[in-house]
């Protein structure tokens, strides 16, 4: 019979045969899936297994800070990387979704790969592949994914050629949750919604800038800290905020602004490839769409995606 307690024990033998004494690079991402493979690997191997948390400033607010302190008290060793320079210097003056996706694939490879030839005789890539990723062959989230996307482009980068490791890849999500939970991991972050590799990179409209980066992450922020607040969080299966390229005309006070517009999503869903908006309570899209107007300097309107899958994507870009 299948259960999470011994996946986990039979796993951790496997993972110390397969490995043995050598060291395993990997890359985590916040999310659910890397998360839980590390802490499985770190079960196994302890400090011989290096993670590498990188920031490409386009993550949540307070994201990378209280993400690296969660991992650090999980036991894990990693190394955080703040590399959002590089990011933002890739992105200038970049308007098209596909060629800001690339531009992130392509630095995230150089900060990995940098990082990787620092730990001294690596010999595996662990990952936090999961079933759905191996049957799809490209997945949709995690560091994983922009490697997979992108290496065919060029030649491979070093860490590419070490031996493959991922105890995850014959998990469904809901499993990799169950074993999470199974080796004591926070439920919060086992909770979490899925996030983008590209992050809010794809969620602000056109060209990035840091001043648009600061001003959705204020946006996202109120509106996620209001699902929790609610009680709202655990019922949708993904949400966030996006910033629109386009101005409208308000009024602050005797002044008329001229100023950003915010669409808010949130959706339900199983896997991602079908969605329907979520039907959240007027009384609570009022008080969010207040906040954000009256805390977040630069918006003046918010609007709220009543789009499902098909036809519309859950991100706009
Ligand atoms: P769409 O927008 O295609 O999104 O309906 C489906 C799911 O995939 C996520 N997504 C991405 N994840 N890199 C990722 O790692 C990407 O480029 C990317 N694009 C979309 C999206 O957040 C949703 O969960």
Known sequence: DWTPFNFVEMTVEDLKKQVGTEKVVLGLS????????????????GDNLHCIFVNNGLLRKYEFESVLQQYEGMGLN????DATDRFMDALEGLEDPEAKRKAIGRVFIE?????????????????GTIYPDV?????????????????????LPDFMKLKVVEPLRMLFKDEVRRV????????????RHPFPGPGLAIRILGDITREK?????????????????????????????????VNSVGVMGDERTYEKCVALRAVESTDGMTADW????????QKTSNEIINKVKGVNRVVYDISSKPPATIEWE
């Open 78 to 81: 990693v190394k955080g990387v």
């Open 30 to 45: 916040g999310g659910v899936d890397s998360s839980v493979a590390a802490v499985l690997l770190n079960k196994a191997i």
């Open 278 to 285: 979520v039907n959240l309570p007027y009384e609570f899209l």
């Open 213 to 245: 980066v600061a001003i959705l992450q204020e946006v996202d922020h109120i509106f996620i800290h209001n699902l929790k607040e609610w009680g709202l969080y655990d019922k949708v299966w993904q949400a966030g905020a996006i910033l629109l390229p």
């Open 111 to 127: 900060v990995f790969d940098d990082e990787a030839h620092k730990i001294e005789d690596a010999k595996w890539l662990g990952q």
């Open 135 to 155: 049957i799809e062959s490209i997945s949709v989230n995690g560091p994983s994914a922009t490697i997979k996307s992108h290496h065919n482009v060029g030649g």
């Open 180 to 191: 999470g939970a199974s080796l004591g991991m926070n439920p919060e972050l086992l909770g």
